[in-house]
């Protein structure tokens, strides 16, 4: 049984699951380079060409007009499923799968979810079981026109200070770490936040292919001092203002999760935009050491096709066999690498990266998620004092933003705070929790703050023999390991991207480790 998932929001993204294993995934930004963009048409037409008028059901979030149209056309005989106003249910759905728990309380944190009379889904919480059981145990719904605000929207009011398309918050979450000091009081009261504190105005950003005035949450008190130019001399009140709606709007969900511990269950599914958020999601495991978390990587839109089908196919079926979400993590199909450039054996990339080299990796599939795990990176030498200042200026992004490390599973306790119970915490594979670092030399990965976002290598992961390669030379196997694009980019996805950016940027080596080729621009 084939079902197509298709979702039609920003992130935008089309998934074949046959059987209930992912056969094709793919998120239109990255066929067509347009960050963010929808609905995924391009998507559609692939999976066609592809497989041909092969589905049995079509399900999804069809919000614009022209996508159920080409789906009838592409797929006439194909059963069509609408699941406009369960948004929050198809995050669930993928969180709750993907976490290999049999039975576990799925909260989704979200900006704007399914719209219904009542208001907008921006907070709730499900009691998820095999095999298909998501019963509502919580629901915040919000309401701009009447005034009531939701957790991610008093987030969203920090990005907007910083003059920032409301999606842009992982640029918050950096920012966040140089404020000290809560810069107004409190947002929230009991939980809910203060709705006279802010207000939703619409502004005008260039956002995927279409530009023009989107809304947002602001703080009344200081939207006036909204600032485009953020730079090492001004950026205190912005820091702090981030800081205090990271600490408030964290504790916010924290006190969500703490209404349900007389249920007993000990797993925890967190999911929806804000699930993205690395430091809210190190609090929590914090606040709750005795829960099992399980933080979604496609914790945005992304992965919403991916859980209508999932929903459907459980449906269905009834069946209770584990999903393997590991084969959702990676996008479309692979590229071939002609041989047509200079071949390298491993120790010139270990070379290069010790002797402060920047290497781009284009490895089989691009990542599906919004985070770098090896396959589109680029890495560089954790140890440089300059390495931020650096890979900053190849990335062509904001000073105050942090990069991730890329370490060998078993010598991470060495590196970072993190307990010996936690070396094959699922979450650290996939850049979901933000640690503390104890090595003081790690200055590229060390954010102000001192922590660093991980992402855990085991001897399955093609960059293995690499970082082993690198712990033998430098005493640790540890890299800098930030996103292959550059700043307003998706991530690239076929070899003419990763040429393109590549020229595009000072890189200097991009590396094909499959077939062992590299380009050099020396």
């Not at 993204?13 to 380079?33: A, P």
């Not at 770490?177 to 105005?201: C, H, M, Q, W």
Request: glycine share 6%; net charge negative.
């Amino acid at each position: 049984m084939r079902i197509l998932g298709q979702t039609s929001h920003h992130d935008s993204s089309i998934c074949l699951l046959e059987d209930g294993n992912v056969l094709r995934f793919y998120k239109e930004e990255r066929l067509n380079g347009i960050k963010r963009d929808s609905p995924c048409i391009l998507g559609l037409y692939k999976i066609y060409e592809e497989f041909g008028n092969t589905i049995d059901y079509i399900v999804g979030e069809a919000d614009d007009v022209s996508v159920p149209a080409i789906c009838k056309r592409l797929f006439p005989s194909a059963e069509v499923i609408d699941v406009k106003n369960l948004h929050h249910l198809c995050h669930a759905s993928l969180a709750f799968y993907s976490s290999g728990f049999k039975e576990a309380l799925t909260v989704v944190i979200d900006r704007n979810g399914s719209t219904t009379n009542e208001g907008t889904e921006s907070e709730t919480v499900f009691c998820c079981r095999y095999p298909n059981t998501f019963t509502t145990v919580y629901q915040n719904l919000s309401n701009q026109i009447d005034g009531k605000y939701n957790i991610t929207g008093v987030y969203e009011s920090a990005t907007a200070l910083i003059d920032q398309h409301p999606l842009e918050s992982g640029k918050t979450m950096g920012l966040a770490s140089y404020g000290r000091n809560k810069l107004a009081p409190s947002l929230f009261e009991d939980g809910i936040p203060i709705k006279e504190k802010f207000t939703t105005v619409h502004k005008d950003y260039m956002w995927g292919s279409i530009p023009g005035k989107h809304h947002t949450v602001v703080n009344k008190e200081l939207h006036s001092r909204t600032t485009g130019d953020l730079n090492e001399d001004n950026y205190h009140v912005y820091a702090d203002y981030a800081y205090q709606v990271q600490s408030e709007t964290q504790k916010a969900v924290g006190d969500i999760i703490e209404k349900f511990e007389h249920l007993d269950i000990k797993n925890v599914c967190i999911t929806g935009g804000y699930g993205l958020n690395v430091v809210a999601n190190q609090y929590l495991t914090e606040r709750f050491p005795w829960y099992n978390f399980f933080f979604e990587p496609l914790a945005d839109d992304t992965g919403n096709s991916i859980g209508a089908a999932l929903y459907l196919h459980h449906e269905l079926t009834k069946s209770e066999d584990p999903f393997d979400f590991k084969n959702t993590m990676f996008h479309g199909k692979e590229y071939p690498i002609p041989k047509e450039y200079k071949t390298c054996e491993l120790d010139f990339i270990v070379d290069s990266l010790r002797n402060d080299k920047s290497v781009a990796v284009f490895h089989k599939q691009a990542e599906a998620g919004p985070r770098a795990l090896g396959n589109r990176s680029i890495l560089f030498n954790p140890w440089n004092p300059d390495a931020k200042e650096i890979v900053n200026k190849i990335k062509k992004r904001e000073w105050y933003r942090p990069f991730a490390a890329m370490v060998l599973d078993y010598e991470a306790p060495y590196l970072f705070n993190m307990g010996m119970h936690e070396i094959n915490d699922i979450n650290c594979k996939y850049m979901t929790r933000s640690v503390t670092v104890r090595d003081p030399f790690l200055y590229g990965i060390t954010h102000i703050d001192q922590t660093c976002r991980i992402q855990t290598i085991d001897h399955k992961h093609h960059l293995y023999r690499l970082l082993r390669s690198i712990s033998s030379h430098t005493g640790y196997g540890v890299l800098l390991n930030t996103s292959f694009n550059l700043a307003g980019k998706p991530l690239v996805e076929t070899l003419a991207d990763a040429e393109k950016t590549f020229y595009n940027s000072d890189l200097d080596i991009l590396w094909f480790p499959e077939t062992k080729q590299f380009i050099s621009k020396d």
